[in-house]
């Protein structure tokens, strides 16, 4: 596995992940106001986007899978139990496709892909549970 990477010049977080950016809600709808060729408040953004890294930027996936070229961000996410991570896909412009897939599979984890789940009957629970919880 790699070490981290640079963005450049991909800012899909800031256009298509739900949160807060000094006041703004950023939705697919209302992108991050902050955006001029890249992040205009890089290094005053909030703690959140600080924290953030898709699974490319952490050098988990392969080169060719940088989320500005395949227009999917893959994010890693906890939950409690042993097996501790699964992934989430934002894909809004329905870019997915086998290749993408399949490699994600080989990271042996449960996969969220808009309502259809991946993974062992637990984490099919845990996600409907998650869901009931906090989407109301």
Known sequence: MEQ???C???DLCCR???HNVYGQEITL???CRFIKNGCSIHKNRPAHCKRYECMWSQGVLP???FPKDIRVIVSVKDWPHERGKWLELIDPENKMTDEIFEELQKLEVPIKYYDKLFGPPEFIE???DYERKYKQ
């Open 63 to 65: 080169e060719w899978m």
């Open 8 to 10: 450049g010049e991909c």
């Open 16 to 18: 298509w992940l739900s």
């Open 126 to 128: 845990f996600i409907k």
């Open 29 to 31: 709808d209302s992108p």
């Open 4 to 6: 981290g990477r640079d």
